[in-house]
């Protein structure tokens, strides 16, 4: 009976539209009389959904039958954006439902962005973890993502006055991406005490007993492959008070606001995303839903381990699990618990198992990023786990003794238990001892966590633990999703969608260099992006900006590390310049828009500071009747993954500007240059891997090299500071008053100038500005920069995220793809 009745989803322009009238007259009880837009989305949503989960069954099915090595990429951020886009375009029936919303009375574009964003992260780790989900299951690589359903995602940015105001995230009012499995639930225990004890069989056992539990309850959220029946499962856990909604005795008692209590300190666990990016501050909730999240995802993967009946010696041939940066490393402590508490395995089988099964990557070298826990911390909350990092480290550093016997400082240096005051435990140190692969995100980075804050653990383990991973993005989203037009104008040229599929197809662009329809079409295509853009930045801001300028974007978290104060200092140096020019002069110049884009953590103040000049600067010169469009400072507020989609098909050029040696890779540098934007950086992260796949002609680089960084900051403190002449004339007219009330930016001023220039802004100023008279002056010849722009696309296929996941699947996890039967 089953099989008679297998559901079926609609395949053609009738059956959708058969489906949204279903939707909107059944699921949202609404006549379609009165559907509006929302309602629209809502209807599509729900008609694409049950068309994924017919696909996921039969993913989640066959992956189960074929018992295949399963990857798990725990990742406590993914920042995936919207969902319906992206799901249209990858079953491939986008236009189908185009032309069946248009023939039900709506377009299409007006019921994409009705969706809320899903913005569970904060900047690029989060949207890697999102493209790394797309990429597995375009590649039928048999993966899931575990992660958090936080109530709140990163804050909404407002800006008033010209400073950043936090706004809560309503994201879930309305979410038909998700699927609530009020059946699969997992018991979360915290806190109490741990017992010793002797087993049946008369060994020693470890009991924690006592505490708090609290309900992990799952919701998944299927992940569609592009042109693939493959369908991943994301499992988010969300947090709810064990054992019923709220306590009746005391209720009745008419104790009320208590009787609710427990259930609002449970939830109080997945409510709000920490929107701190490259820094750690921590917090015990922070470290709460750190365990609560590998608890529960560490028990849903046993479950399913345990149905397949092998032996425990199997598990890391069965299951990979990559670490998402240090967040999820309790999770190794955990599995280490299950199999030597719970399942009765000895201490060093069990290591084995737990070392064979993890992979780490990094994601930072910035001291103020890596994680620590004070011991004091974990021993309230997490009494076993402690014991078991004990041990582990006492076991560890054995191993080290034998191989450096009487180096005590290497000993120190290494030991998981930092011995300062308070102590500490340091998870990047847990995270390599626990895994059998440790990866940095670029070349650079990767070397550099290899010869600075990991060389002792080089030097203990060899250079094989070590290796590099270079980040990627999917096409799907960030070319194809993201500049349709542009997509299409590839696609004729490199012989259809395949390079959707594999990237380096693009190279074969490289034989329309010469074809004048085709760079003609590239150019309008560019133009009529940049129109999109300038209308967006005239209905939010009101400002109009000439499409034609050359658009010069820096859009990514506000950081000093990626110095977007050096970037508006030179824009202050530009508009200076300009009016220093008599008018004739002015005229012979090339306009230009500044743009910016990016939310500062909450408690950054001089993040917060940033912005404000960046605004302040923006009202002065804006409103300047000499400059006119010869200059416009925008700062377009909120940045996220859907403006991203109308952003980086707009840039001539972006900001990839870090003092070199601090941005790991940088993700968004990528998504410019597949959408035809040309790059101005420093030799730091993904932009070196991107100058020598593109040519060194198709890149601004500038600034001092990360060789020469400790050296220069020496100098700084050690000798003395000249501060460089033109950055010095940029803060006289600051200090003059003619951006606002000085005082307001006296500390951006002082950290170049009395505190030592962590981010040598002064020393790469003098370069960065005559690389931007570079770029103006390459600009200006619009054949060549055309020609630029093309050699660079087609020379990007290396930066896909299939090619990165490819590489972490064979190098770190073992697994092959599982391709699905239709
Ligand atoms: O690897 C993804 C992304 C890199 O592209 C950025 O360069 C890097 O800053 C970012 N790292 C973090 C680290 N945060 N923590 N923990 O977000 O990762």
Known sequence: AWQKHTVKSFEDQDGFEREVVRHVETTLARSLFNCDEKAAYAATSLAFRDRLITDWNKTQQQQTYSDAKRVYYLSLEFLMGRALDNAMLNVGLKDTAKAGLADLGFRIEDIITQENDAALGNGGLGRL?????????????????????????????????????????????????EFPRHDVTVDIQFYGNVRKSTDANGKNVSVWEGGEVVQAVAYDVPIPGYATPTTNNLRLWSSKASGGEFDFQKFNNGDYESSVADQQRAETISAVLYPNDNLERGKELRL???????????????????????????????????????????????????????????????????????????????????????????????????????????????????KFPEDRDMLRRVSIVEESQPKMIRMAYLAIVGSHKVNGV??????????????????????????????????????????????????SKCGGNGFLTDLTNLNKLEQFLDDKDFRKEWAEIKYANKV?????????????????????IQVKRIHEYKRQQMNIFGVIHRYLTLKKMSPE??????????????????????????????????????????????????????????????????????????????????????KFVLNGGLIIGTCDGANI????????????????????????????????????????????????????????????????????DYYLVSDDFHSYIETHRLVDESYRNQDEWVSKCITAVARMGFFSSDRCINEYAESIWNVEPLPIKE
Request: hydrophobic content about 40%; some cysteine.
């Open 532 to 552: 999109r853009l300038a209308k967006h930045i005239k209905s939010t801001l009101g400002v109009t900006v000439n499409p034609a300028a050359l658009f010069d």
């Open 288 to 402: 709460k839903q750190q365990y609560f999240w590998v608890a529960a995802s560490l028990y849903d993967i046993v479950r399913r381990f345990k149905k397949s009946r092998r032996g425990w010696s199997e598990f890391p041939e069965q299951v990979a699990i990559q670490l998402n940066d240090t967040h999820p490393t309790l999770a190794i402590v955990e599995l280490q618990r299950i199999l030597v508490d719970v399942e009765g395995l000895e201490w060093d089988q069990a290591w084995t198992i737990v070392t064979n099964t993890f992979g780490y990557t990094n994601h930072t070298v910035l001291p103020e990023a890596l994680e620590k826990w004070p011991v004091g911390l974990l021993q309230n909350l997490l009494p076993r786990h402690l014991q078991i990092i004990f041990d582990i480290n006492l076991f560890f550093l054995q191993q080290v003794e034998k």
């Open 585 to 670: 002069e002015r005229k012979k110049q090339l306009p230009r828009v500044s743009i910016f884009g990016g939310k500062a953590a909450p408690g950054y103040w001089m993040a917060k500071q940033i912005i404000h000049l960046i605004n302040s600067v923006g009202s002065v010169v804006n409103n300047d009747a000499d400059i006119g469009d010869l200059l416009k400072v925008i700062f377009l507020e909120d940045y996220n993954v859907s403006k991203a989609e109308i952003i980086c098909p707009a840039s001539d050029i972006s900001e990839h500007i870090s003092t070199a040696g601090t941005e790991a890779s940088g993700t968004s540098n990528m």
């Open 129 to 177: 973890a999102a493209c790394f989900l797309d990429s597995l299951a375009s590649l039928n690589y048999p993966a899931w993502g575990y992660g958090l359903r936080y109530r709140y995602g990163i804050f909404k940015q407002e800006i008033i006055d010209g400073y950043q105001v936090e706004v809560p995230d309503y994201w879930l009012d309305f979410n038909p991406w």
């Open 442 to 491: 670029a070349e650079l980075h990767s070397d550099l966590i290899q010869t600075t804050i990991f060389k002792d653990f080089v030097a203990i383990y060899g250079p094989d633990k070590f290796t590099n991973v270079t980040n990627g993005v999917t096409p799907r989203r960030w070319l194809h999703q993201a500049n349709p037009r542009l997509s299409e104008l590839i696609a």
């Open 689 to 756: 891997e991107i100058t020598r796949e593109t040519g060194e002609n198709n890149i601004f680089l500038f600034g001092n090299l990360s060789e020469d960084v400790e050296d220069l900051r020496h100098a700084h403190t050690y000798g003395s500071h000249a501060i460089d002449s033109d950055l010095d004339i940029v803060f006289q007219e600051i200090e003059k008053g003619t951006f606002g009330t000085p005082h307001d930016f006296g500390a951006l001023i002082s950290a170049v100038r009395q505190h030592g």
